[in-house]
């Protein structure tokens, strides 16, 4: 059989059969009317890892941040985040299809804000301007090559946010690979913020789910907009349990990290391409003499995937499933390819 080395993305891995096992024999109950024991124990976790004083089960990372952009919002509000964030380029226009606010993206090509960049744009002190309502961060952030936002300038941009009267959410979808990288508590980067979501299904390699943490009252009323988004999953403990499963028995996230460097040292080598060093598991890197599209269909012939991520940008993405053997299978494929 072919061997095939898929690094489009985090979310591609398979349960394993330790979650499988636990996904066929997890306890149940209607979630919807709040009896299923085993989400009850995950959402319980996760506000525990968080620092927060509870979670609610969701189906994606979208729906997620959606039911957080809709809690800290009324709509004609102005929700300000960074120019590469997940909200504003990878969820569907939702901002303003479910809460009727706008995005006001700032910042540069590496996606972290700084306080100053915030403090800027904030608006609403007259009658024909938007008013600004909240900051949302995200941490790694995807679109800058899974770079990490470092907790002193969340910090710093939270101070701004709260001296203004903001809300803050924080997309931390990958914010396991953040803590893996840095050793900084899960629970200290959340901090600052009010809500904060988390995904089983990235790093953590669970089949299905994330996670909304914030504070009672709002995780309480983000069970009513979870409903009203269609996110009332009845016995869904079925998946809680590999989520569960996955958070203590967590997989070495710095080996995808340390993979991801490999494979980037090997590119940099290379004159078709520019790198960007990875700081935890994505590589993104441009291509110089060819476009996106004809490097990726190389690639694809050697049995390599990767997602194109612009014209001339591909994106890696190390998971659990890719082993040392994919990793040099990978270079190998390279060598022919580029050599």
Same mark, same amino acid.
């Given at each position: 059989?072919? &061997?095939?080395?898929?690094?489009?993305?985090?979310?591609?891995?398979?349960?394993?059969?330790?979650?499988? &096992?636990?996904?066929?024999?997890?306890?149940?109950?209607?979630?919807?009317?709040?009896? *299923?024991?085993?989400?009850? !124990?995950?959402?319980?976790?996760?506000?525990?890892?968080?620092?927060?004083?509870?979670?609610?089960?969701?189906?994606?990372?979208?729906?997620?941040?959606?039911?957080?952009?809709?809690?800290?919002?009324?709509?004609?509000?102005?929700?300000?985040?960074?120019?590469?964030?997940?909200?504003?380029?990878?969820?569907?226009?939702?901002?303003? &299809?479910?809460?009727?606010? &706008?995005?006001?993206?700032?910042?540069?090509?590496?996606?972290?804000?700084?306080?100053?960049?915030?403090?800027?744009?904030?608006?609403?002190?007259?009658?024909?301007?938007?008013?600004?309502?909240?900051?949302?961060?995200?941490?790694?952030?995807?679109?800058?090559?899974?770079?990490?936002?470092?907790?002193?300038?969340?910090?710093?941009?939270?101070?701004?946010?709260?001296?203004?009267?903001?809300?803050?959410?924080?997309?931390?979808?990958?914010?396991?690979?953040?803590?893996?990288?840095?050793?900084?508590?899960?629970?200290?980067?959340?901090?600052?913020? *009010?809500?904060?979501?988390?995904?089983?299904?990235?790093?953590?390699?669970?089949?299905?789910?994330?996670?909304?943490?914030?504070?009672?009252?709002?995780?309480?009323?983000? !069970?009513?907009?979870?409903?009203?988004?269609?996110?009332?999953?009845?016995?869904?403990?079925?998946?809680?349990?590999?989520?569960?499963?996955?958070?203590?028995?967590?997989?070495?996230?710095?080996? *995808?990290?340390?993979?991801?460097?490999?494979?980037?040292?090997?590119?940099?080598?290379?004159?078709?391409?520019?790198?960007?060093?990875?700081?935890?598991?994505?590589?993104?890197?441009?291509?110089?003499?060819?476009?996106?599209?004809?490097?990726?269909?190389?690639?694809?012939?050697?049995?390599?995937?990767?997602?194109?991520?612009?014209?001339?940008?591909?994106?890696?993405?190390?998971?659990?499933?890719?082993?040392?053997?994919?990793? *040099?299978?990978?270079?190998?494929?390279?060598?022919?390819?580029?050599?």
């Amino acid at each position: 059989m072919q &061997q095939i080395v898929d690094l489009r993305s985090d979310t591609v891995t398979k349960p394993t059969a330790a979650m499988r &096992q636990a996904m066929a024999e997890a306890e149940v109950g209607d979630d919807v009317f709040g009896e *299923d024991p085993t989400v009850r !124990r995950l959402e319980e976790r996760v506000a525990e890892i968080l620092g927060k004083e509870a979670a609610v089960f969701v189906p994606s990372g979208v729906m997620g941040n959606q039911i957080a952009l809709a809690l800290h919002t009324l709509p004609g509000d102005e929700v300000v985040l960074a120019e590469r964030s997940h909200i504003f380029h990878y969820e569907s226009g939702a901002p303003g &299809q479910i809460s009727g606010v &706008q995005l006001r993206p700032v910042g540069d090509e590496t996606g972290i804000l700084r306080a100053s960049d915030v403090e800027d744009v904030v608006r609403g002190a007259f009658d024909w301007e938007p008013r600004t309502s909240l900051v949302c961060l995200e941490n790694t952030i995807n679109k800058a090559g899974g770079l990490v936002f470092p907790l002193e300038a969340m910090r710093e941009v939270a101070e701004v946010a709260r001296a203004r009267g903001l809300a803050l959410h924080l997309d931390g979808a990958r914010l396991w690979n953040a803590s893996a990288a840095t050793g900084t508590p899960e629970a200290a980067f959340a901090a600052p913020f *009010d809500t904060v979501s988390v995904c089983l299904s990235k790093g953590l390699g669970a089949p299905v789910g994330s996670l909304l943490a914030g504070s009672s009252s709002h995780i309480h009323e983000a !069970r009513r907009l979870r409903k009203r988004l269609g996110g009332g999953m009845r016995q869904v403990g079925i998946l809680a349990a590999a989520g569960l499963l996955a958070l203590d028995h967590r997989h070495n996230l710095g080996s *995808d990290h340390a993979r991801a460097k490999t494979f980037a040292d090997a590119l940099a080598g290379y004159s078709a391409f520019r790198v960007v060093p990875p700081e935890t598991n994505i590589v993104l890197f441009d291509t110089l003499e060819e476009d996106a599209e004809a490097v990726l269909m190389k690639l694809e012939n050697e049995s390599v995937r990767v997602v194109p991520f612009g014209p001339r940008t591909l994106r890696a993405t190390f998971h659990r499933d890719v082993t040392d053997n994919d990793v *040099d299978y990978t270079l190998e494929a390279l060598q022919r390819l580029f050599g």
